[in-house]
């Protein structure tokens, strides 16, 4: 199957500075990205839906000035954590979807990132 | 509103028994579902979907998992289980736009 990697795997920072996740599709092109929120022991909490060449579209209660989404281009999404505070301590996860057939999404390994 | 219900939160079995995972689904249109499972330190990896035809789906690794409408379930099934299948199992249903929503996960462990 296609390969979807994520960078870094896992951050420290520190509180108040801001931090940035790489999504990459390595084999095909993805118009369209996710990102998840995993707390610990919980579920996948779809975050937002990152559209190439547009704006982000954010799913009720996540803040949009502070989880900053970009898609620049047809293989790679951006999430930036701005000035991170140690509530946002989670592992978060993107997705890409491949419209071509059999129209799977792939998923990444994650990034933790940790807020001291 | 979608959502999805694993009740189940732990799971232990004996190497060797058959399982069963259980998924219940709301959603207002024809679902599309989905059995992920997820090791440590690796990216959810799917087992097996369901978006129509064929009620019993077949997956990867000896999973399948049917589809019953009148019940909204869609549970997980294998009927073996190997040590190499301890991880968590999540559930998802697609919606609108590609987007996912996912169960809260059952961890599996398996007892040799």
């Known amino acids: 199957g296609a390969v979807v990697s994520q960078h870094p795997s896992w951050v420290i920072c520190k509180s108040g500075t801001s931090v940035k996740i790489e999504c990459r599709s390595l084999?095909?092109?993805?118009?369209?990205m996710f990102w998840y929120r995993q707390f610990p022991k919980q579920s996948l909490m779809l975050m937002a839906t990152s559209n190439e060449g547009s704006k982000a579209t954010y799913e009720q209660g996540v803040e949009k000035d502070k989880f900053l989404i970009n898609h620049a281009s047809l293989t790679l999404s951006t999430l930036t954590v701005t000035s991170a505070h140690p509530e946002d301590s989670s592992f978060y996860i993107c997705s890409a979807y491949d419209d071509r057939e059999p129209y799977e999404q792939y998923f990444g390994p994650g990034t933790r990132l940790t807020v001291t | 509103a979608q959502s999805v219900t694993q009740p189940d939160i732990h799971i232990t079995v004996s190497e060797g028994a058959s399982l069963e995972l259980r998924c219940n689904y709301s959603y207002g249109a024809t679902p599309y579902l989905f059995w992920y499972v997820q090791s440590p330190g690796q990216g959810l990896q799917l087992l097996l979907k369901?978006?129509?035809?064929?009620?019993l789906v077949q997956g990867i690794k000896g999973f399948e998992a049917e589809f019953k409408r009148s019940q909204s379930s869609f549970n997980l099934r294998k009927p073996s289980v190997h040590w190499s299948d301890a991880a968590e199992y999540f559930c998802?249903?697609?919606?609108?736009?590609?987007?996912?929503?996912f169960g809260s996960g059952t961890k599996l462990n398996v007892k040799p």
């Open positions: 998802a249903v697609g919606g609108n736009f590609n987007k996912f929503y």
């Open positions: 369901y978006f129509s035809g064929d009620t």
């Open positions: 084999d095909f092109q993805a118009t369209t």
